[in-house]
């Protein structure tokens, strides 16, 4: 990855073991990690501080670190390995992993929006990976550390790079976008995702807009083209939009969800993708929209549809107790992540009873009873029980007993009450989505149920 001649021209003041014949062939942040000539970057947070670890580190096969200057070596390990001091580890990093980028100079693809960021990743991924050497986003490593950490990660080879792009506050994305220098971009939506500090979805729009701070002036940014708050992006020469309306450049019809799969046609073109849902058919189209410009086959854009490897918690189907099918779509939620999830609920056929267990939606802020109350508009007969856990979930109960509608709901305490709640469903008749907040921990749940 590295010489150490090359570190010391980015980092030009270090000290410790003398060896220029090194090369640094990993980067790593967890000194619990074995590496091979590995560079240890120290991540300091409000209750941890990497640079207490250093022993482990070098223990672990630690060549060389870089190391915040105002912090003192430890005396016992100065001529272990070499120190390049820096002001700020995790900028560092950034620069770092700027650095490498350019090096290996791929072409870059960034992706954000409030939603459907990872499940667009993921299928992109498998689509371009058809004809191209890429490398993603594992996980959530889609911030100001795990974003360089991605980079840093990418084998020497890599054709195309594939970079997710999270946030929770302005100028994230920008800084983000600064590192990655995207030849490429897409925003999936606007929902409401962290409004709690952005306050608006008009807000929410500009922060995610910021993904062009760094966007190549001859890259496409392809955008949501239903959405009125990008609106004014549609005058640009190198966006491209995609949805159901027919002014979009690539235009999404006749979707039909079935019980593990959605097909849908985009410009008139059959496709079929193993997740469920309107909303991945519009994902769907903005990875079809980047294919082509990438001289993807279309057949090829299928077959890389259908080898789709998709991230855990995210629509996930398990089989539980007594056959009972459990959707776990709990790895996160917003309110308009929420709705299409129980839209794809009431689609799916096969079933007798439709369950839903909704949980809180955190980072609402201001508008938190709102939101959650807007989630019981999606709510109809088409769902039979619905059951509602967690401070804020208690506002769905309350929306719904306004509409008056003819369904079981009701809002539950504790966690025993609701399995014993759920228990009665289980059987292979019943279908149950389980969706929340990250911060309510709902796969609990699915993994009671399923064990």
């Not at 693809?109 to 409030?114: R, V, Y």
Request: include cysteine; glycine fraction near 6%; charged fraction near 25%.
């Amino acid at each position: 990855m590295f010489t150490i001649e090359a570190l010391q021209a980015i980092f030009p003041h270090y000290e410790g073991k003398k060896d220029s014949g090194l090369s640094i062939t990993e980067v790593v942040t967890d000194s619990r990690l074995q590496t091979n000539n590995g560079l240890f970057i120290p991540i300091r947070g409000e209750n941890f501080d990497g640079h207490r670890f250093i022993h482990d580190a070098i223990h672990n096969g630690a060549v060389a670190t870089l190391w915040d200057k105002s912090i003192d070596i430890p005396e016992a390990y100065k001529q272990s390995i070499i120190y390049f001091y820096v002001d700020d580890t995790i900028e560092a990093l950034q620069e770092l992993a700027k650095y490498y980028r350019e090096k290996i100079n791929p072409r870059v693809i960034g992706i954000t929006g409030s939603n459907g960021k990872t499940s667009t990743k993921d299928l992109l991924h498998a689509v371009l990976q058809t004809r191209y050497k890429t490398h993603a986003t594992a996980g959530n490593f889609n911030n100001h550390i795990g974003l360089p950490l991605t980079v840093l990660q990418m084998p020497a080879d890599t054709e195309i790079l594939i970079l997710e792009m999270g946030m929770s506050d302005f100028k994230e994305i920008e800084r983000l976008s600064k590192i990655a220098m995207p030849d490429e971009a897409i925003i999936t939506n606007i929902g409401e995702s962290h409004i709690e500090h952005l306050g608006s979805r008009e807000g929410i729009a500009n922060a995610k807009l910021e993904i062009k701070a760094g966007l190549s002036n001859e890259g496409s940014l392809i955008i949501d083209g239903d959405e009125p708050l990008l609106k004014e992006e549609h005058e640009d020469a190198n966006v491209i939009t995609c949805g159901f309306s027919e002014t979009n450049d690539y235009l999404v019809t006749d979707v039909h969800i079935g019980i593990d799969e959605t097909r849908f046609k985009v410009n008139n073109v059959a496709y079929q993708i193993p997740l469920l849902g309107k909303h991945h058919a519009q994902n769907s189209s903005f990875i079809i929209a980047l294919a082509e410009k990438l001289a993807v086959k279309q057949s090829d854009i299928q077959k890389g549809m259908q080898q789709l490897q998709y991230s855990k918690m995210r629509f996930e189907q398990i089989k539980g107790k007594n056959s009972v099918t459990l959707i776990n779509d709990a790895y996160n939620a917003s309110p308009t992540s929420m709705k299409a999830a129980i839209e794809v609920v009431k689609q799916l056929s096969g079933f007798k009873e439709k369950v839903i267990v909704l949980g809180d939606v955190l980072e609402l802020g201001d508008y938190t009873e709102t939101l959650h109350r807007q989630i019981a508009d999606a709510i109809d007969e088409g769902i039979q029980y619905v059951y509602l856990y967690g401070e804020s979930a208690r506002f769905i109960h309350e929306a719904l007993n306004d509409k008056q509608v003819d369904i079981h709901h009701e809002h539950v305490e504790t966690e025993a009450a609701l399995i014993e709640k759920l228990m009665r469903h289980a059987n292979d008749r019943t279908v149950m989505l389980f969706k929340a907040s990250r911060g309510m921990a709902f796969e609990r749940f699915v993994e009671t149920l399923s064990e």
